[in-house]
């Protein structure tokens, strides 16, 4: 088992995706051992973001990235990294292909409707970055009738 995170943007939010988003991860067999909503501020955006936050655009992410609340969410199961992405699909959305997250609700390279782990070790930073230990959860078997 693995564990990544995923971070639903602004434009999943404001655009009301969230449930289909998160429907997509459990239909696959994820599961999700952390949920959290929350407002970031541009220190912790310039934190997440300091690999690009000298690039151009950087500006333009972090004011789209605060104009709503976002939800992270630790996702866990089998090469969930690689599995998780490729559900999502690539970065711009205008070349990800039907059928994965980006392709069906993105809209540009920012406007792209999630994050997610690149991998395994941009997942365990970034997942001690948006959650404490005790906001994550493991559900060995689900309870029973």
Same mark, same amino acid.
């Given at each position: =088992?693995? !564990? #990544?995170? @995923?971070?639903?943007?602004?434009d999943?939010?404001? /655009?009301?995706?969230?449930?289909?988003?998160?429907?997509?991860?459990?239909?696959?067999?994820?599961?999700?051992?952390?949920?959290?909503?929350?407002?970031?501020?541009?220190?912790?955006?310039?934190?997440?973001?300091?690999?690009?936050?000298?690039?151009?655009?950087?500006?333009?992410?972090?004011?789209? =990235?605060? !104009? #709503?609340? @976002?939800?992270?969410?630790?996702?866990?199961?089998? /090469?969930?990294?690689?599995?998780?992405?490729?559900?999502?699909?690539?970065?711009?959305?205008?070349?990800?292909?039907?059928?994965t997250?980006?392709?069906?609700?993105?809209?540009?390279?920012?406007?792209?409707?999630?994050?997610?782990?690149?991998?395994?070790?941009?997942?365990?930073?970034?997942?001690?970055?948006?959650?404490?230990?005790?906001?994550?959860?493991?559900?060995?078997?689900?309870?029973s009738?």
């Amino acid at each position: =088992m693995e !564990t #990544t995170l @995923v971070l639903l943007k602004p434009d999943c939010i404001a /655009d009301r995706h969230v449930g289909d988003v998160i429907s997509r991860f459990e239909k696959a067999g994820f599961r999700i051992r952390g949920c959290r909503m929350f407002r970031p501020n541009s220190a912790f955006l310039r934190e997440h973001y300091a690999h690009v936050a000298d690039k151009p655009f950087y500006p333009s992410l972090e004011a789209f =990235m605060l !104009t #709503t609340p @976002v939800i992270a969410l630790a996702i866990a199961g089998t /090469d969930a990294i690689n599995a998780v992405r490729a559900l999502i699909g690539p970065t711009d959305s205008q070349q990800a292909p039907k059928g994965t997250v980006r392709g069906d609700f993105g809209r540009n390279k920012m406007i792209n409707i999630a994050h997610s782990s690149d991998s395994p070790e941009s997942a365990e930073v970034e997942i001690r970055r948006f959650f404490r230990d005790d906001e994550l959860f493991d559900f060995e078997t689900p309870f029973s009738a």
